[in-house]
């Protein structure tokens, strides 16, 4: 079965990510459609950046998604990875890309530390539940 758009991952080499990938991929592979591997990076508004700053998170977010299709690929090389840096926070990244690529669904990682913690620190799982249209799946890593 076809469906529009395409599994969209968010990905971060975190624990919680590489939790995550294994079932974007099978959802990638049973609705036949592409995954994109997106790495959101953003800047802190008050701190500003600089060009070496910007580069060196850029460099750092290829690796992460050279990493995530390395993965996909050993789990199933008949699905296709396209890597997206995505030039916004984690939260506004991902709810943008997911609206303008027409994300099927959205498929990130949990960081595992349970409700409290998310409620005091601030959750990129939680807001993003809230802030997209797109489903959401949020893996939680291995204990």
Known sequence: MKVAGEILLGYDGSD?????????????????????????????????????????TEKLGEGFLAEAAAAANAIDAGVTVEPMLVDGTPVEGLVAAAETRGAHILVIGGNGRGPMVGSLLGSVSYKLLHQTSVPVLVVQPPD
């Open 16 to 56: 919680g990510a590489k939790a995550a990938l294994p079932h974007a991929v099978a959802l990638a592979k049973a609705f036949g459609v592409p995954l994109v591997a997106a790495f959101a990076y953003g800047v802190n508004p008050v701190g500003g950046v600089g060009g070496d700053q910007a580069r060196a």
